[in-house]
């Protein structure tokens, strides 16, 4: 039966400090020399504070990564606002400028979650087909505020636009990722609209995959998913340079047989 490979990276701050940038160098160079052609799905904060030259800082490694790699991402509230929590008004038009679109798919690049892209007319979901897989980037960010900035917030209608989109998918194994953590009440951590989220999965939706929290965390078929994975802050390290990334092998994709083997790979 079929079999693929996704690493799971998270929370890179680029512009944090200079050891951000040269982690992420270090990762995505082991990635292309050890993992050539497997999907590179990011869960969002890859800049520190949503700025210009973070920006470009950050297209620039993933560009050099894309020639050796499929990449998707979404968007955290550090892609949004100053230190994740003083609201950008180019917060999102930056990040649909550098980083909006898929790299290395051999696609046209396109702003994948825009209201133009599957589904047309919602804002904040991206779908995205690759072969028995289906990717579903879920905005989770509040570039608007209805909360506070470095909170998420799902809506009514995107919760809804994901639910009929899963249910679009059924012969293909459904991979859900996001930014914020759905199991967390914290003051600057909090997902409003979580419930209406983990309702659109339940049953729905194969393998869901976030960072924000900083904390790795696993839950295998909790609320109906088969497999929940909370990625660590994939720039921070166990000692010196000593750093993970999350590797997922998927086994019988694109059936209801599917499972998963997950794991921590050292750097």
């Not at 982690?23 to 052609?37: D, L, Q, V, Y």
């Not at 949004?80 to 898929?102: C, F, M, T």
């Not at 209406?196 to 194969?206: I, K, V």
């Amino acid at each position: 039966m079929a079999k693929r490979t996704i690493i799971l990276l998270s929370d890179l701050h680029i512009g944090l400090r200079e050891k951000e940038s040269r982690r992420t160098t270090i990762i995505f160079h082991k990635i292309a020399e050890s993992f050539p052609g497997t999907p590179i799905l990011i869960t969002g904060d890859l800049t520190d504070s949503a700025t210009k030259s973070q920006f470009r800082e950050a297209r620039r490694l993933l560009d050099e990564l894309s020639s050796s790699n499929p990449i998707l991402a979404v968007p955290g509230n550090h892609d949004y606002a100053w230190k994740g929590n003083i609201i950008r008004d180019d917060g999102w038009e930056n990040w649909v400028q550098h980083l909006g679109s898929p790299l290395g798919w051999a696609k046209n690049q396109v702003p994948w979650m825009g209201v133009e892209y599957e589904p047309e007319g919602v804002d904040g979901l991206g779908v995205w087909e690759d072969g028995p897989c289906v990717y579903f980037g879920i905005d989770s960010g509040d570039p608007k505020d209805k909360q506070i900035s470095a909170r998420g917030y799902i809506s009514k209608k995107l919760s809804n636009a994901l639910k009929e989109s899963l249910k679009s998918y059924t012969d293909k194994t459904r991979i859900a990722f996001l930014h914020h953590h759905p199991f967390t009440d914290g003051f600057f951590t909090k997902l409003y609209g979580s419930k209406r989220l983990l309702e659109a999965l339940r049953d729905n939706c194969e393998l869901l995959l976030f960072g924000h929290h900083h904390e790795y965390g696993i839950w295998w078929g909790k609320g109906g998913v088969p497999l929940i994975v909370s990625s660590h802050k994939s720039t921070d390290a166990i000692s010196g340079d000593c750093i993970m990334m999350t590797i997922i092998e998927i086994e019988n994709v694109g059936t209801p047989q599917v499972s998963f083997h997950h794991r921590l790979e050292t750097i």
